[in-house]
């Protein structure tokens, strides 16, 4: 004779679908375990991958800031081509091989902004636009510098109103600089140059209200009370 099916407790029906559970789960991993394997294997040989990334690239800079050290002295004595070429017989490492050796590297970044000033100063404007829209820093002032380098070879062109609308950008697409009332400034009178007094106008009372203590408030006097003795 059969006895009649024992009634299980709520707390035995939870247990036994946690049983359940946990053997579905086992029997998926233990499935499933050469897949898990190599993921975790890949995702340990990715992050080993980052690890030596980062500290190559840390090693990269510090030589980059190293060459970029032993050439900066020609750069700043105005010997602009050797400080391009570097001194090879004396091991100085030139801006340009800078550049293009430690591209990655932040060193390597300030080098570009140097070297297209370099060639700016040069009168090899079409090289330094370049290298100018080649750089790449995280500081906000050389990256505005850069804006601006690219900004004052359309002024040289005669292309005022493009000259205008980069040294805008300079001055107020990275934050507050050093340089902003000066790249104001700049883009105000090319402005003017263009024609295009109202915008000028906007530009130099703008210098006016933000900047009153500007060395160049004196020039932007001058400059409102042009425009409006022609408007």
């Given at each position: 004779?059969?006895?009649?099916?024992?009634?299980?407790?709520?707390?035995?029906?939870?247990?036994?679908?946690?049983?359940?559970?946990?053997?579905?789960?086992?029997?998926?991993?233990?499935?499933?375990?050469?897949?898990?394997?190599?993921?975790?294997?890949?995702?340990?040989?990715?992050?080993?991958?980052?690890?030596?990334?980062?500290?190559?690239?840390?090693?990269?800079?510090?030589?980059?800031?190293?060459?970029?050290?032993?050439?900066?002295?020609?750069?700043d004595q105005e010997n602009?081509?050797?400080?391009?070429?570097?001194?090879?017989?004396?091991?100085?490492?030139?801006?340009?091989?800078?550049?293009?050796?430690?591209?990655?590297?932040?060193?390597?970044?300030?080098?570009?902004?140097?070297?297209?000033?370099?060639?700016?100063?040069?009168?090899?404007?079409?090289?330094?636009?370049?290298?100018?829209?080649?750089?790449?820093?995280?500081?906000?002032?050389?990256?505005?510098?850069?804006?601006?380098?690219?900004?004052?070879?359309?002024?040289?062109?005669?292309?005022?109103?493009?000259?205008?609308?980069?040294?805008?950008?300079?001055?107020?697409?990275?934050?507050?600089?050093?340089?902003?009332?000066?790249?104001?400034?700049?883009?105000?009178?090319?402005?003017?140059?263009?024609?295009?007094?109202?915008?000028?106008?906007?530009?130099?009372?703008?210098?006016?209200?933000?900047?009153?203590?500007?060395?160049i408030s004196r020039d932007?006097?001058?400059?409102?009370?042009?425009?409006?003795?022609?408007?």
């Amino acid at each position: 004779m059969l006895r009649p099916k024992k009634k299980l407790t709520r707390r035995e029906i939870k247990q036994d679908k946690l049983i359940t559970a946990y053997f579905k789960i086992y029997d998926r991993i233990y499935n499933y375990r050469k897949q898990i394997i190599i993921g975790a294997v890949a995702l340990a040989v990715v992050a080993l991958g980052l690890i030596f990334y980062y500290n190559n690239l840390q090693a990269e800079n510090e030589r980059a800031m190293t060459e970029l050290g032993n050439v900066y002295p020609l750069y700043d004595q105005e010997n602009y081509q050797r400080a391009i070429d570097g001194i090879p017989e004396r091991g100085i490492m030139g801006l340009r091989d800078i550049a293009v050796n430690f591209k990655r590297t932040e060193a390597g970044k300030i080098a570009t902004f140097y070297l297209a000033n370099a060639y700016y100063h040069l009168g090899r404007y079409d090289e330094a636009y370049g290298y100018f829209d080649d750089f790449r820093g995280s500081d906000n002032l050389l990256r505005a510098s850069a804006l601006a380098g690219k900004a004052a070879i359309y002024e040289i062109r005669g292309e005022h109103a493009q000259a205008a609308e980069l040294f805008e950008r300079a001055a107020t697409r990275f934050g507050q600089t050093a340089i902003t009332p000066e790249n104001l400034k700049h883009a105000g009178r090319n402005y003017l140059e263009a024609g295009n007094a109202a915008k000028a106008l906007r530009i130099f009372e703008k210098i006016q209200n933000d900047y009153p203590e500007a060395t160049i408030s004196r020039d932007v006097e001058r400059f409102i009370a042009q425009i409006k003795v022609s408007l």
